[in-house]
């Protein structure tokens, strides 16, 4: 049985797979933990996971544009994860996988905790038309940014939070270390730290939740030594908060819910491969648009520094409420 998760490993290390046989594979590492769920481990490592097995089915030249699925079952971090990885589709410009992500249980049967579909495209030489989006506001730029935890500290020694509040932020997602990360100041997580400080004002109170964003910039500590690192470590990174943005944008946290995390994702990149890196600063811009049966849907986007979409992430979320007292008295 593998040991809970190392604070020295890189990620890197957490990203290594080691072959099985019949396109079979296993992390070298149990995943880690994020949030407060310990020892639920953090949803992108079983993302990162598929991204990189299917990966390594594929013939070089073949990037990845599309990766699809569903959580359905949370992973733990006291054993490795498995990936399983099959062959649909294999022809001379585009290839697809179907992954299943497992972790074996204490009687040795395997648990599948994701699967997804992964599509691939070799590029092409032309493309008719290229247009995209902006983020929806102009946000700080990061050379004038603190650092995340820097920016907490100065919110602790402002008065805005507690030591106490700060120690349970850096134990929750200090799962992402391995990324430096500068909060944009107009937006809602760098105001209530992450949603946690709940009874902070923010300056987009008078906006409807479907209008408020949060957005950072980040970039990987360490560098990837290959495109297909590159395209994992953004993955990895893709599947963080997105199921929290109700919470802080609404000033409620986990004790005002009995249940929240993805169930679904969408991922998708609009760069091939060989031109992403993680090492480069990026803008992450996060919404949430709808909230309805007791789930959520939330949107990430991935912007370079030039401010062209790099990925999209969208994901709906379970987010249900704490049962109603019954309102009867004890006689």
Same mark, same amino acid.
């Given at each position: 049985?593998?040991?809970? @998760? $190392? ?6 290390? =957490? ?13 070298? =590492? ?8 310990? +020892? ?5 490592? #079983? ?15 073949? =990037?990845?544009?599309? *990766? ?7 992973? /733990? ?10 062959? &649909? ?9 179907? &992954? ?22 070799? $590029?092409?030489?032309?493309? *008719?038309?290229?247009?995209?989006? +902006? ?19 100065? =919110? ?13 932020? @850096?134990?929750?997602? !200090? ?10 100041? @107009? #937006? ?23 209008? $408020?964003?949060?957005? %950072?910039?980040?970039?990987?500590? %360490?560098?990837?030594? /290959? ?17 929290? *943005? ?7 946290? *986990? %004790? ?23 090492? $480069? ?25 030039? !401010? ?24």
């Amino acid at each position: 049985m593998a040991k809970p @998760e $190392k604070q020295d490993l890189t990620l890197t290390d =957490h990203l290594t797979l080691k072959s099985l046989g019949n396109d079979s594979f296993e992390t070298t =590492h149990p995943p880690g933990k994020m949030a407060n769920f310990p +020892p639920v481990a953090y949803g992108g490592y #079983a993302l990162a996971t598929a991204c990189k097995s299917a990966y390594l089915t594929v013939p070089t030249g073949y =990037h990845l544009y599309s *990766l699809q699925g569903n959580f359905l079952g949370p992973a /733990t971090t006291d054993r490795p994860l498995g990936a399983n990885v099959r062959t &649909v589709r294999q022809t001379r410009a585009f290839a697809t996988r179907q &992954v299943e992500v497992t972790q074996k249980r204490d009687d040795g049967v395997d648990r599948v905790c994701l699967i997804a579909i992964a599509d691939f495209q070799v $590029k092409e030489q032309a493309s *008719l038309l290229e247009y995209s989006r +902006p983020p929806r506001m102009t946000y700080s730029h990061y050379e004038n940014l603190l650092a995340r935890k820097e920016a907490h500290q100065k =919110h602790m020694e402002d008065g805005k939070i507690t030591q106490k509040l700060f120690d349970a932020h @850096e134990n929750a997602f !200090g799962g992402m270390r391995f990324f430096e990360q500068r909060q944009c100041p @107009e #937006a809602v997580f760098a105001q209530n730290l992450w949603g946690m400080a709940k009874y902070l004002p923010t300056t987009q109170d008078h906006l409807p939740t479907t209008s $408020k964003t949060s957005a %950072e910039w980040f970039r990987c500590l %360490e560098p990837m030594a /290959t495109p297909i690192d590159n395209m994992t470590s953004m993955t990895w990174f893709a599947d963080g908060a997105i199921s929290i *943005l109700p919470l802080a944008f609404n000033h409620l946290w *986990l %004790e005002d819910i009995s249940a929240c995390s993805s169930l679904d994702f969408s991922l998708r990149f609009f760069k091939s491969g060989d031109e992403i890196d993680t090492c $480069k600063w990026h803008l992450r811009e996060l919404t949430t648009p709808v909230a309805s049966e007791a789930r959520s849907f939330g949107e990430s986007w991935l912007f370079d520094e030039q !401010g062209s979409p790099v990925a999209y992430m969208s994901q709906q979320s379970i987010l249900r409420p704490r049962p109603k007292p019954s309102g009867r008295g004890k006689l």
